[in-house]
């Protein structure tokens, strides 16, 4: 069973995708092949599409189709999928009955070995790190470049990938955490161990 789910925006709680789902007691590495296969398949799709349309196919529109497409297919199973089954997170948009809109960022308060796995973990953020990278090359290649008609392309791949970044590091750090303090520590933390070192070695 998961454990409890912390959030914020006062939003309630709610289960998890395969929360209810028994825990089993000797697990594969890879304990969602499917899920993992499609985490990483749509992005990468998206990518070698982009970069080989221009070589296979002179047609503009059928690309620009294929890749807005794959790109779609990617938030959306990043977002609602493998987010949950292979890290415990989740983030959301919601209206409340004042029709205001808030964020919701959730995450595991604990992330116990019956619930994720250390393999599926480390492809999920390689995958939701990596790629993202591919689409800031692009948009200033096609910058530089003067390739225009493929700018509105680009812009949308950085800007369907960045937001899944953006929405599971915020869930990963807590969503009432502001992300510059979550730095300022860590370069604080990395600051004073660093000077622990030299004071030891004088």
């Not at 689409?135 to 949308?156: D, G, H």
């Not at 599971?168 to 660093?194: E, H, M, P, T, W």
Request: glycine content about 6%; aromatic content about 14%; overall charge positive.
């Amino acid at each position: 069973m998961l454990d409890s789910i912390c959030s914020c925006s006062g939003s309630q709680d709610a289960p998890l995708f395969g929360e209810d789902d028994d825990a089993r007691l000797i697990k594969p590495q890879i304990r969602y092949p499917l899920a993992t296969f499609f985490h990483l398949f749509f992005r990468t799709s998206a990518i070698l599409v982009y970069l080989l349309c221009d070589i296979f196919s002179s047609r503009f529109i059928a690309c620009m189709v294929t890749i807005i497409l794959l790109l779609s297919c990617d938030f959306w199973t990043v977002k609602n999928v493998s987010g949950r089954l292979l890290v415990g997170l989740r983030w959301w948009n919601q209206i409340d009955d004042d029709g205001k809109s808030h964020w919701v960022f959730e995450s595991r308060k604990t992330q116990s070995l019956n619930t994720t796995s250390g393999a599926e973990s480390r492809i999920f953020w390689l995958g939701l790190i990596v790629c993202p990278i591919f689409w800031v090359i692009f948009t200033f290649s096609t910058i530089f470049s003067f390739r225009i008609k493929w700018l509105t392309v680009v812009i949308m791949g950085l800007v369907l990938q960045w937001a899944n970044v953006y929405g599971y590091i915020r869930c990963k750090v807590g969503g009432k955490s502001d992300l510059r303090s979550v730095a300022k520590n860590y370069l604080g933390v990395q600051l004073f161990k660093q000077a622990m070192k030299t004071t030891e070695t004088l």
